[in-house]
RNA sequence: GCCGCGGUGGCGGAAUUGGUAGACGCGCAGGACUCAAAAUCCUGUAUGGGCAACCAUGUGAGGGUUCGAUUCCCUCCCGCGGCACCA
């Protein structure tokens, strides 16, 4: 019979509950260990199965280490500004806020129904004017620092969403939400100086211990350059030669002698028309055509390369010969300095423009960097990929940005203790073609006074993006009903940094980035006690659809998690979702896979039902618990917890014919905790055991059970494995060999034959080499 | 194109510093129990040959190093993720 979840999964919840033994303590003797995940998004969907694969395992961790005698802080909040709620409430005419609760209230539901050990006292959500009061007040250090600034410039513009997008939001030319075209618009926008941080961000990723790849993704994001800006003398047509010149960025000052003629970008060219330059016809019908188009869109448009000559003559600073100035889009106007010096012998893209439009090939004989720079009075510079960090959107749900706009003191922050500024009632939500946000039709709201001079203002009616409040919820949860600071400092220095944050791979260059740049800037201001956020950093795979491919609604090929868990139990979902591959992978779902693991439950419940107390150990093998467990232990700490429920597995196809003691079987039940929690404590309560597992230390193991005195070990002929022997790892190769040439099988391959050489690797192999 | 990761049975996947390849689970086959089915239990299950003992082959392909290679090196093929005209 298999055992009744519904009936123990609640039971053991509600006692979990009443114990409160799950919540943080601020303080205290106990060494603290803050484990996080990425809190999620409460969409109408409910809850992805992906999600408790993230939850479950750090669950496993911090369960661990509740065992292990730690002040565990494993907390939960919500992420609940968004696209897909405002989308949702336009559509069926609702309020976001009341839509937003809802979901809200079915995640928590389907969370606890998994029985993770969360810390609910302190939930979070982005969109209560409590929390959001917070991300405003931050963004008002950004603001008094200067580094955050309005700037009219071409952003992504979404034409399904009307919505600016983030370099970070557009994939492929394409809305990285909805999948629509998006387009380049000029716009004033709030950006906020991330590239101040680029060093920073780079270097500090030293001292962190994030999953290699993590740390590789972020660098190239970041995108270091070393190079050196060189200047060109320019000779104009039609104004006074050798007055203007071209600053061009390079990484290779040494193969300057390559080049044979420079190439700005459209935007430099449009700048250059600005201050009175006149370009020939063919150049500003170019560079209009050329700024009508998004940057994204000249780069999809394949390697094909366009430009137009200037006209213009640059010395070359080297070999003071004349060459030619072209403009061409392939130059980008957004890095280096938007100049570039083209030495098609050693530029493929270079030697392409040249090669199309018959510009000189020049030899070049390289010469040293340094001698280079000094020869020509450049500068040696560093640029970086990372741009600043587009901060308004044009839409309603998201928090409002604190800032008021009078004429004569221009933008000017909303004092600290009118935050915060609340996101009004607005009749409509739908997004405006004019690229205002909804707020700006609540005039009311809008009109308001000048905190400097109390005369006629104008709020800002731009929102924040929705990686404003993931930036620092993990520091909100540290002190989450705080009403006089965003977290109060004692325990900010007690709680951070976080040991341990689990999160998608989708995050690595847009959350993690941003939340790591966000607290470094909190931490030059005084505010919070580490440089860096996460001390480790780990990434789950995806949960794909039993055919391999991604879970999608238009698919559905979707698992409901809430109905696995009414028909198999949370543990069996916990467990498989566990088991199913190894954590870092995206893997295929198994209703089959998820069935076996509610078999091998059964086997233990019904184990433990039968279980007589033993005095003494029948197991066939010494220590053969201590070193399943113990493989067990150390599994969960290198995130292998796909083994560690096989080692569980083997474990019991081995006790399934044993005796174990009362001892043996209550290691057993406390290591089971935190991968099948309600199971274990209905097993332990059915020992006749009190209290609760969670109260249980985690086992020691004995060191002198842990190493075997006789294991089997291969013998080998010419490195073919003919037979095995038992023998103590510690053997000495006499005692081995004896053996081994003892084996029929291994005599019956000697035969004939001389031996030339024995390998003996004491406790792996022993290889008898013949010939 | 560049950066990163990977390729192992019918399937998901195991395999210490190079040391018996295929743990564990799924699936499948046979058996027990049952009037029958489900559930459960037992046995088998990389491939080829053999009743079997056993023999040979085998971790994307080819080469190399080594007593010994899934693991290290070289060349190549394929898949996934990221970046993508970043000078």
Redesign the pocket.
């Not at 960025?249 to 290779?252: D, G, I, K, L, V």
């Not at 448009?301 to 366009?306: H, I, L, N, V």
């Given at each position: 019979?298999?055992y009744n979840h519904q009936e123990i999964e609640k039971k053991w919840q509600d006692r979990w509950e009443a114990s409160g033994i799950f919540h943080a303590h601020d303080g205290g003797e106990k060494q603290k260990f803050y484990c996080l995940i990425e809190f999620p998004y409460p969409s109408g969907a409910g809850l992805h199965i992906g999600h408790p694969r993230s939850y479950t395992a750090l669950d496993v961790v911090a369960r661990k280490r509740r065992h292990q005698g730690y002040n565990v802080l494993y907390p939960i909040g919500w992420d609940a500004f968004g696209l897909p709620t405002e989308n949702y409430a336009i559509k069926h005419k609702r309020k976001p806020q009341e839509v937003t609760l809802e979901n809200v209230a079915t995640f928590r539901r389907q969370l606890q129904s998994l029985g993770f050990s969360f810390d609910w006292s302190r939930e979070v959500n982005t969109t209560d004017p409590s929390y959001y009061k917070w991300t405003q007040w931050m963004f008002l250090q950004f603001f008094k620092a200067g580094l955050a600034y309005k700037s009219k410039q071409p952003i992504n513009w979404c034409l399904s969403c009307k919505i600016g997008l983030a370099?970070?939001e557009v994939?492929?030319g394409k809305c990285e939400r909805c999948g629509g075209e998006t387009e380049k618009r000029d716009k004033e926008q709030w950006m906020i100086a991330i590239t101040k941080y680029a060093e920073r961000l780079l270097e500090d990723l030293d001292g962190v211990d994030y999953l290699?790849?993590i740390k590789?993704?972020q660098r190239?994001?970041i995108?270091k350059?070393e190079?050196a800006e060189i200047d060109f003398v320019l000779n104009v047509p039609g104004q006074e030669s050798g007055k203007q010149k071209v600053t061009v960025?390079?990484?290779?000052a040494d193969t300057i002698f390559g080049a044979t003629f420079l190439v700005i970008?459209p935007e430099v060219a449009k700048q250059w028309i600005d201050v009175g330059w006149v370009a020939p016809a063919s150049v500003r019908e170019y560079v209009q055509e050329a700024l009508s188009r998004a940057?994204?869109e000249?780069?999809a448009?394949?390697?094909?390369?366009?430009g137009v000559d200037t006209q213009i003559v640059a010395i070359h600073p080297a070999n003071g010969k004349a060459i030619p100035v072209w403009v061409a889009?392939?130059?980008?106007?957004?890095?280096?300095?938007?100049a570039?010096?083209a030495?098609p012998q050693h530029?493929e893209?270079?030697r392409?423009f040249a090669e199309q439009f018959r510009l000189p090939i020049a030899d070049e004989p390289l010469a040293a960097v340094d001698e280079v720079v000094e020869k020509v009075g450049g500068k040696k510079t560093v640029?970086y990929?990372l741009r600043d960090w587009v901060f308004s959107r044009q839409r309603y749900w998201g928090e409002p940005i604190p800032l008021v706009w009078c004429e004569k003191h221009q933008w000017v922050a909303v004092p600290d203790e009118q935050l915060p500024v609340v996101l009004p009632e607005v009749e409509k939500y739908e997004p405006t073609d004019t690229g205002e946000s909804p707020l700006a039709a609540m005039t009311d709201w809008v009109n308001t006074t000048c905190p400097t001079c109390g005369g006629p203002a104008r709020r800002e009616t731009d929102t924040m993006p929705n990686w404003a409040g993931s930036s620092w919820y993990f520091l909100r949860y540290i002190d989450a009903h705080n009403d006089q600071a965003f977290a109060s400092r004692d325990k900010l220095k007690y709680w951070m940094p976080v040991d341990l944050y689990n999160g998608g791979?989708?995050h690595?260059?847009l959350h993690l980035l941003y939340s790591r740049f966000w607290n470094k800037f909190l931490f030059d201001q005084g505010h919070v006690p580490t440089s860096e956020p996460y001390a480790r950093r780990h990434s789950h795979g995806l949960v794909l659809a039993s055919d391999?491919i991604k879970m999608s609604k238009s698919k559905g090929n979707g698992v409901d998690p809430d109905e696995i868990i009414t028909q198999y139990g949370a543990d069996a979902l916990r467990m498989y979702i566990l088991?199913?591959?190894?954590f870092e992978?995206?893997?295929?779902w198994?209703l089959?896979?998820l069935?076996?693991?509610r078999?091998?439950l059964?086997?233990v419940e019904r184990y433990v039902q039968a279980w007589v107390p033993s005095d003494h150990d029948g197991l066939s093998g010494a220590g053969l618990l201590e070193r399943s467990l113990k493989k067990i232990s150390d599994d969960i700490e290198s995130f292998?917890f796909?083994?560690a429920?096989?080692a569980f597995?083997?474990l019991f196809?081995a006790i399934?014919v044993s005796h174990i003691t009362r001892e043996q079987l209550k290691k057993i039940l406390v290591v089971l905790g935190p991968f099948a929690p309600h199971l274990a404590n209905e097993c332990w309560e059915k020992i006749g055991e009190g209290g609760l597992v969670e109260e249980q230390a985690w086992p020691e193991f004995d060191a002198r059970l842990l190493v075997q005195d006789e294991i089997?070990?291969?013998v080998?002929v010419?490195?073919?494995?003919?037979a095995?022997i038992q023998i103590s790892p510690n053997a000495d190769e006499a005692a081995a060999k004896q053996l081994a040439l003892a084996q029929e099988?291994v005599q019956?391959?000697l035969e004939g034959r001389e031996i030339v050489?024995i390998?003996y690797?004491p406790?792996?192999?022993l290889?008898i080499?013949i010939k």
């Open positions: 019979m298999p370099n970070e994939v492929n290699e790849k590789t993704q190239n994001w995108g350059s190079g960025f390079t990484t290779r970008s940057e994204m000249r780069a448009e394949g390697k094909e390369k366009t889009d392939y130059v980008l106007g957004s890095y280096g300095t938007g570039i010096m030495v530029d893209r270079d392409a640029k990929k791979n989708e690595t260059t391999g088991f199913m591959g190894p992978e995206p893997v295929p198994s089959n896979g069935i076996g693991v078999r091998f059964d086997k292998k796909n083994t429920v096989s597995m083997s196809n399934a089997e070990i291969a080998q010419n490195g073919k494995a003919r095995t099988k019956k391959h050489q390998i690797v406790g792996r192999i290889n080499v």
